[in-house]
Each structure stands twice: as C-alpha cells, then as structure tokens.
C-alpha cells in the first residue's frame, strides 16, 4: 500500500524519524563517538550528522521504529552528558541542554499521536536515568505557552535555574532544578520541518529582513512558516531563511511564488534557493504538481517507488 | 551510491525496465496467462500492464537485471506467437507483430551499450528460436533509416511480405520473410520515456494540432518530442498528447512552458497536464529545481531515499 507521502516504502513497517540537535560542533571525538553509538543501537538508521562549529551544535538524523528509537535515545543522552559541560559551552546558536531538542517526527506507517506518546515515553525515561529536567514541546506539549522551542529556550543555561525557580515552568519529567552541566532538554513530536533558504540579488539586507518578516506567521505572513533575513557575506548577498513546519498546509512553492513577488516590491530578483538537509518527497512532488498544472498525478507512478514495493 | 537519477536503489544491482507491447488487449485469459509467465520467471518485476481494448494492444512494464531479462523475454515470446494471429487481428494502434516492439531502458546501475548489448542478445535469441524476424530500432540500431520505430512499421503486418523484399529491409536478425502469423518484431534500447499530455481550456482542435506542431521535433520543434493534437470529447477539450523521448535532455518543464505560451497565442489556457504511466524521479526532481530556481540539490536530500540506502 503506499504510504501517506505516496511513497512505497517498507510496507507494514514503521518509519519514525528522530532529529537530536547536541550542544556539540568542535569535538569530533566527541561527535563520531555519539554517532558510532547511536549506529550500534540494532535497528536504528543513522541518516545524516550535520555539525556546525560556529554554532557549536550538532544534528543527527535518525530513522527506525518505536522499540529501535526507546533503545537508542537514551544512549544519546548518556553519552552527550558525560562529555557536554555548558558551563564552558560557547556558540553562536542559542541551547537549554547538552541534549538541547529531540523531535520526533511520522513518516510513514505511523501516525502522530504515536509520536507523541513515543516523546513522552523517551522523556520519563531519560528524566529518570540521568536525572534531567525534560520539558514537552510542539504536538506533545497541551500548554500553549510551553509549545514553541523558543519560548521554552528563552534565557538559555544560563537563565535557566531563575525560570525554574517559577511555578510556571516546572518541568514535565526529571527535578525541579537544572542539571548541573547538562541544563534540560525538550523533547517532542512534529510534521517533518523542510529548511529553505531563498538567497536574493542584492546585498540590501533590508530587503530580506522585511520579506522574511511579511513571509514568517508570526508578523501576519503564512501559517507554518518560520523566518529571518541574514547577510551572505563572503557573496555580497542575502537570504531569507526559512523553516517551514508543516509543508502539508503551507507548501515550498507558494512560499517560493510570494517571497519571489515580494522581492519584485524591492525591484531585487530570486538569485536561487536551497532545501538544507532532507526533505519529504512528497512535499517535491506538491510543487511538480503545481507548477506543471499536473492532474490525477500519485507517487505510485514514480519510477523508482514501484521498484521498491 | 546515489544513482544516475540519485535515487538511491538497490546499491550494486542493475535496474533494467522492458516495456514490451503486444498485439492483444482485447482477451484478458491470454493477456493474463502472459502476465502470470513473465512473474514465474525468477529476478523479473511485472510493474504494471495496460491494456487497450480500442488498440487491441498491451504494454507490460517490466524491471530486472540481463539475466532476468534474458530468461523472461523468450517466455512472452512464444506465448504471443502461439496466441496471437495478425491475420485476423485488428485494432486502432499500428503493429508489425505479435509482439510488436520491446525497448530496453537503463535505469539503475546499468549503461546504455549494456542495454543495447542485451537487446541485441535476445533479439537473436528469439530470432532463431520462434523463426521470427527481428529489426534494431533505436540506440540498437546503427541504421538512421532503420532507427525510429515509425519508420520501421511502415506499412504494418500487411504490408510486410513487400517491405522485406526489398533488399534494404532485410531484418537484423532470422527469417528474410515474415512470420505468417506473428509478422516481425522490433528490439532495441531507449532512453526513459515519459508519456505526457496537456490539456487545454478549448474544444478548438486546431489550436491543438498547432501547437503539437510547434512543439515536436518533426516540424520544428524540441527535439526530444513527439506530439500531436486530439480531441477529448467527452469533456469538450483539445489535448496535446506527447512523448518525451529524452527527458535529460528535453526536460518537462521546458515543454510545459513553451506550450503554455503557445496556447496564449490564440487565448488559450492551461487546464492541467497529466503523466500516463510511470516517470523517473529525476525527470520530477528536473521540474521542481527548475521553478524553485533550487540550487545544489540532489536526490540524496529526498528522505525516502536515504531510508532506502
């Protein structure tokens, strides 16, 4: 049967996928020893491990089913916290913990109330194993006010025994303080988060700072998109950078069509655009399917998706 | 490895699609006891098959390596030639023999000389053992007068005693007359084919067979394309039926857009395209980085592929 993507994968199986994001960019030690013991763990798929030395952070992309990621999440957040001390912890992206967020996300055969009961699964468990405080987030957070990553990061380490100290942030699992070195993590469920960057022809970074703010939802623009204006520097250009976080309901090219148009309002022209890491294929297929006017058209008519039933 | 399409397959196995067409889509036992022989044969995928009761014709799509191919091929051979008799047979599609032309396509991991090699092997094959005539077409054949299958079927089953009289119609491979009952067949090897048609918002056939004409090779046009213009009329609309031939090098979205702007030459819009049957990843893939203006992306991004992996 094809999967809700269209796409034929393992059928029966479940495919969930996990993105940690680690406070650790420089060491790669340190790195390829999280990841060596992540791909150890038997039926976890190690995907893809980005790590960024400015940012000082890591992201691993994981792929398995529920038992593989209750085995494997944990030997994570072992390792991160044995070899990440945030009290020294320098780097240009903000973070809460050594294990700063783990996402999980459905792709396929497994729906998103099982994700959220996976996160919070994983959340007791670590909470209770390594003694941290574990805050939900997204689809497995009920609190509006604790649903948003950034709402929940806000102050940082450093900030973080202060808001603890308040009723209102108590964690969901683990102590009512801070790990002393490892801070606290947020833990949850989402849709798959597409990162897309649309680089302009200008070095005006006015310009992508007022279309990122017409295009993102929280200054009146699309729904489930998130986004800054950054300078490009060593092109003397700039960039509208995205997350879009639900490419279902707000899809790439209408997010495309109207930074490109907003862009004309500047008399600046679309140089290109980049999808940063993975993305769906069926969120490809929405905009093939778009621009070519395309009628009746399934995944299943994909050459190489029927190879693989 | 990522392949030619960078969809990630089967790492070191050779993907090889043969879409055979077959003289009968009218008795569904015989097209049936066709399907069910070519599964039984070990290593051989049966994709799909379409059948045309108008046509009175079949298109299997099949997958596999050489040795499936070379085991499979001579199987739907002699269950044509023993079922079908072009004597009695009559249909709206052209045909030269019972089964009338059968392309070898690389997909994955496999070269186009490999595929004209195999096509080559199984025409001799089936040459000598069903005492059939067999022509190259194609990249198979050496001959640009004996290339394209049009020219090839000239004439049909009916005229083929004549044809093959003629010294230059001498078959590549078996008898120098036709088969009684199953005629010739044609054999080669392809690049993908995408079948590809675009609707228009007008019952004016003439808009159509212009814009077929602008578009395809034949008269001017792009030179990957065969088109031509015919009425829907059940639903009061023109289509511009296509075949595109090579589409790595004549990609869709091209086609597309030049011929929504032949149609605004005479007031006509786009109503919506349509793929019939089955598409290369990389021929979406084309599309969606050429309307997203998406740089540096490659099949390997598309998550379902590195699950894959």
Known sequence: MPGASGA???SDMAVIECVPNVSEGRRTDVIDRMADALRAVPGMRVLDVQSDATHNRSVFTLAGDAPAMIAGLPVLFEQAIA??????????????????VVPFIPIDGVTMPECIALAKTIAADVASRCQLPVFLYEEASANPARKNLEDIRRGEFEGLATKMAQPAWAPDYGPAAPHPTAGASVIGARMPLIAYNINLATNRLEVAKKIASAIRMSSGGLRYVKAMGIPLEDRGIVQVSMNLTNYEKTPIFRVFDLVKREAERYGVSVLESEIVG???????????????????FTGAQVLENRLRS
């Open 8 to 10: 034929i994968i393992f």
């Open 83 to 100: 070899n990440i001390d945030l009290r020294t912890h320098k780097g240009e992206h903000p973070r809460l913990g050594a294990v700063d």
């Open 278 to 296: 993975l993305v769906p294929a069926a969120a490809l297929r929405q905009s093939v399917e778009y621009y070519l006017q395309l009628e009746g």
